[in-house]
Every structure is written in structure tokens, then in C-alpha cells.
């Protein structure tokens, strides 16, 4: 066990149902920035002194719609992200083929991008739009604003939003029903990028019945779960290394 990257790779291949769970770390050399780090969303709101838990969630988004859209955040210039190492390895590793699962807390839709089949996002994402009235779906390029840059549905002017889990409310019961069946039937789990402090997330793993466990994150994590093997690197970096 010296080598933590052969020994990664020899679990990856001995492996026949592969769970990854990942955090904002897994998207974090895409360019975007973790949520709660310094230059994360959550941290401009709090430089701003608005209270994100307050004006990101479904109520703020309801009663001051002029506001939710004209956040300091929202209208920063949008960079495309493009998958990383990580992304790419796990969607070449599927292709394999192999049976590789990402269950993912992000909203980029960057493990579909990349290629992967089979994503569980249990946050929603946010390229994908719906109107909050009449339930019509959207892409990114068909919404138009009206003059108070507040998406609106063409149809009935009702809001349309991204299909993302904002404060206040719940993960879908059939996404988190989805995720437990993924984990539970997997021999190996990763876990990657993720502190795993958000409930439900912390209490998914525990439907892990399989033989390994692999944590690969910067900062210790304390979980519940016997661990293998612990890769304190960065997700890129570490995947960078591996071979299909
Ligand atoms: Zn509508």
C-alpha cells in the first residue's frame, strides 16, 4: 500500500460496479470555483452581506424576483467549463466498458458532457430551465427576460428557473431513491471532492454494502464507513495519473 495511485488503479480494475460520489472538488479544476471557498458564490453573497441561505432559496426567488435574478453573482461573465481529467477518465472507463455510476452534488452537467451515461445529480443542474407556471422546459439559449432581467415564460409570463435544488427546498425522492439503489449496489465506492457535511449527501453512504471504500479530497475526511484508501490530492491531479 505505498504506492496510493497503483493502489487506486489495481481497485478500479478489480471492480466491477463503480459508484463515484463527488463534491464541487471534482469541479473545481473546470474552473469553477467551490461554492464556500473564496471566491465561491456562497462567499461573494456573504462579502455583499446578503445571507445566501436567505436569497438563494425558493421563497427569495418567489417574493423578490427582481432581486434572485440581478444577484452580484449572477451576472458575473459566464465562462464556459470544460470537463477535467476526472470527467473525461470516468467517462473513458464506462466506455470500456465498464459499469461506472456518478452519483454528483454539482449542477454542471460536466459529467454528461464528458460522456458519462449513467448520472444521478442530486442537486439538479443548471442548464436546464422550466417555467414555474405552466412547467414548459427551456434551454439556455431560448429564455427571454423581460426589462427587469427576470426570465419569463412566453406563454403565460410565469418565472422560469433553472432546475436546480435552491435553499429551502428538497432533493426530488425518486433522485435520492435512485442514488441509495446506485450505492448500495456498487462493489466500490469513490468518494471524491466532497466534505460531505450536507445532509442528505453524509447519509447516503451508509447504504454501502460493497468491498472497498476510496477517499480522494484534499482536507481529512471523518465518515462513518471503514475507508481503504485515502488520496489527499486534488480529483484532477489524482485521475490525471491513472490509466483505462
Ligand atoms: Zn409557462
Known sequence: MTDPIGTLQQFINEAEHITFFGGAGVSTESGLPDYRSDDGAYTELERQKLDPRRVMSKRYLINYPEKFF???????????????????????????????RIITQNVDRLHQTAGSKLVVELHGNNRHFHCMVCGREYGPKEIQKDEQNIPRCP????????DVVLFGENIKPEVLERAKELIASSDLLIIAGTSLTVHPAKNLIHYFTGKRVIVINKTPLTIDLPIDLVIQ??????????SI
Do not use: C, M
Open 70 to 100: 440581478n444577484q452580484p453573482n449572477k451576472n458575473k461573465k459566464w465562462i464556459k467549463p470544460e470537463p477535467n481529467a476526472a470527467h473525461l477518465y470516468l467517462a473513458a472507463l464506462e466506455n470500456k466498458p465498464k459499469d461506472v
Open 155 to 162: 406563454i403565460d409570463n410565469g418565472i422560469i428557473r433553472a
Open 233 to 242: 490530492e486534488s480529483v484532477g491531479k489524482t485521475f490525471k495519473k491513472l
